[in-house]
């Protein structure tokens, strides 16, 4: 089945260092999002790309940088990683059209201590 | 921009009951309504969503109300079964600019006792 992969699936590590969450795709969607997930605070929104050579800014971008390699593949960095960037990220696709739902992938549970 | 607000946050209800639970939205403009359902430790999968010019849709037990004019929007729930505990978000998709993307509610806490 076409799906959503997040790799990895969880990350503990230390304050300071740059990590890189990865995105992939084989449903064939032309958008690409990345959210973030606290307990309390539902799904924000920190990037998201309509294309390879389309990336946009979202509601908590600050801290974060992305890139969009191919159609199927959109990465996730977080330069210098701070405790409070703990939480649950999720990447998600969609078609490109206003009533398409977006399609998550099983989440990466990063912890920086 | 959007802003999505979800009630109650958590919601405890008998093996049989109903459960309701409500979102408000700010921008009139907004013409997407999704509902996702979280089971625990898994990832958000779409129930159940709405277009800005239809007024209800059903599909089984579960059925999403829209009320444009007071700008909000009702996931009902009938006949609950304990496999419908988990965490439900509504969201809200508006039409122009950074507008344009989901905005999601903060999650409801569904559980259902046996």
């Known amino acids: 089945d076409a799906d959503v992969t997040q790799t990895p699936r969880n990350r503990i590590t230390k304050t300071g260092k740059r990590i890189m969450l990865e995105c992939s795709q084989t449903?064939?969607?032309?958008?690409m999002y990345w959210y973030r997930q606290d307990p309390g605070l539902g799904l924000r929104l920190i990037y998201y790309s309509f294309d390879v050579k389309d990336i946009n800014k979202g509601e908590i971008s600050d801290g974060y940088s992305v890139s969009r390699q191919a159609q199927a593949k959109f990465s996730l960095s977080l330069e210098s990683a701070i405790p409070n960037q703990t939480a649950l990220y999720f990447c998600?696709?969609?078609?490109?059209?206003?009533?398409?739902?977006?399609?998550f992938g099983d989440g990466t549970r990063l912890s920086i201590l | 921009g959007e802003n999505v607000e979800q009630h109650p946050s958590t919601l405890s209800v008998q093996e049989g009951d109903s459960a309701v639970i409500k979102c408000t939205y700010s921008d009139s403009a907004s013409n997407y309504f999704p509902w996702y359902k979280q089971e625990l430790g898994k990832r958000p999968q779409l129930i159940i969503d709405i277009r800005s010019n239809v007024g209800e849709k059903k599909d089984q037990r579960i059925a999403v109300t829209l009320n444009k004019t007071a700008k909000h929007f009702s996931l009902h729930i009938t006949e609950t079964q304990p496999e419908d505990s988990a965490v439900y978000f509504c969201a809200a998709r508006g039409f122009s600019g950074s507008a344009r993307q989901l905005t999601f509610g903060s999650g409801t806490q569904l559980t259902v006792l046996p």
């Open positions: 998600a696709t969609s078609r490109d059209s206003t009533y398409q739902p977006q399609h």
């Open positions: 449903k064939g969607h032309d958008r």
